[in-house]
């Protein structure tokens, strides 16, 4: 059974930073794309930022020089660096993976629904406010 569990998610005043780490079990040792989406209120969800299976990185243009992704790839832990925190980027924080990376970037680029990704967490919830 495959599990993916973010946490670190919290308030944070404007301009602060936070880490949110997505703990994984129960992968295969296939390689994983994998990414960070979040969905703010009546909002769809939407990519933040994603690694690919050999390390290429991409983000959103909204979080690009303010977030950093990265992986602790013995410990199978994925974490996103957030700072310079608007009251935009509140939302709810989810982590996703996927073995098939072509599947991975259709859904990024929105040619396919995020349903069809792996695998998804449950979230951790992030409110930027004075």
């Known amino acids: 059974q495959v599990n993916l569990v973010e946490s670190g998610g919290g308030t944070v005043q404007p301009g602060g930073s936070l880490r949110l780490s997505c703990v994984t079990s129960?992968?295969?040792?296939?390689?994983?794309?994998m990414g960070w989406f979040r969905q703010a209120p009546g909002k769809e969800r939407e990519g933040v930022a994603a690694?690919?299976?050999?390390?290429?990185?991409y983000y959103a243009d909204s979080v690009e020089g303010r977030f950093a992704i990265s992986t602790d790839n013995a410990k199978k832990i994925l974490y996103l660096d957030l700072n310079s925190l608007m009251p935009e980027d509140s939302g709810t924080y989810y982590c996703?993976?996927?073995?098939?990376?072509?599947?991975?970037?259709?859904?990024?680029?929105?040619?396919?629904?995020?349903?069809?990704?792996?695998?998804w967490g449950q979230g951790t919830q992030i409110t930027v406010s004075s």
């Open positions: 996703a993976a996927d073995s098939a990376c072509v599947r991975f970037r259709a859904v990024w680029t929105a040619q396919l629904d995020q349903r069809f990704l792996e695998h």
């Open positions: 129960g992968l295969s040792d296939s390689k994983y794309c």
């Open positions: 690694v690919e299976d050999y390390g290429d990185t």
